[in-house]
T-cell receptor
């Protein structure tokens, strides 16, 4: 049973298209995140949701729109894809009530924009 | 503002050597948490350890050990008798006191090559 699962794992698309990545966690955590890892392996937080409420939005272009239908799901929709959006996107979850709770990551979704 | 610095971009050692990965952090909070994660070539991110700011005891887990020193704001990671399977990118991370907007900030990672 995968704790944090993302789909798809690989996504290749043309510039200008719109795409979505889905994330689900079965750990009962109340907080979920999206991180972006660029080609230099730098991991940067994009968004955080706590119980379906947006908590963190790290100056991400508004072409990126997260959606959390319930606390077990956090999806990422990207409009008008650009070359610079190519990266690995990691979903993660943690238990906010547990002070300094560690992140549990999904396997990542590698997005390639041509 | 919180910040994590991993000055070593890439390290190569021969198998069975010991290697230490450095991590220096900055925070204004007195309560914070430090983490290490491993990212092997397969790409997943694996949690290794969490340490809170009130616990300066060093920790050992098998061949892995961590040295937390508040005086120098460092949380270094040592692998003893390294093995090829230890080859990975290692990330140090910091989370300030738990708030509703708590976030974990990562260093840029150190790529470790263990040569057979």
């Amino acid at each position: 049973d995968t704790a944090v699962s993302q789909t798809p794992k690989y996504l290749v698309t043309q510039m200008g298209n719109d795409k979505s990545i889905k994330c689900e966690q079965n750990l009962g955590h109340d907080t979920m995140y999206w991180y972006k890892q660029d080609s230099k392996k730098f991991l940067k937080i994009m968004f955080s949701y706590n119980n379906k409420e947006l908590i963190i939005n790290e100056t991400v272009p508004n072409r990126f729109s997260p959606k959390s239908p319930d606390k077990a799901h956090l999806n990422l929709h990207i409009n008008s894809l650009e070359l610079g959006d190519s990266a690995v996107y990691f979903c993660a979850s943690s238990h906010l009530d547990r002070a300094g709770g560690e992140l549990f990551f999904g396997e990542g979704s590698r997005l390639t924009v041509l | 503002a919180q910040k994590v610095t991993q000055a070593q971009t890439e390290i190569s050692v021969v198998e069975k050597e010991d290697v230490t990965l450095d991590c220096v952090y900055e925070t204004r909070d007195t309560t914070y948490y430090l983490f290490w994660y491993k990212q092997p070539p397969s790409g997943e991110l694996v949690f290794l350890i969490r340490r809170n700011s009130f616990d300066e005891q060093n920790e050992i887990s098998g061949r892995y050990s961590w040295n937390f020193q508040k005086s120098t704001s460092s949380f270094n990671f040592t692998i003893t008798a390294s093995q090829v399977v230890d080859s990975a990118v290692y990330f140090c991370a910091l989370s300030e006191a738990p708030h509703s907007d708590d976030k974990i900030i990562f260093g840029k990672g150190t790529r470790l090559h263990i040569l057979p």
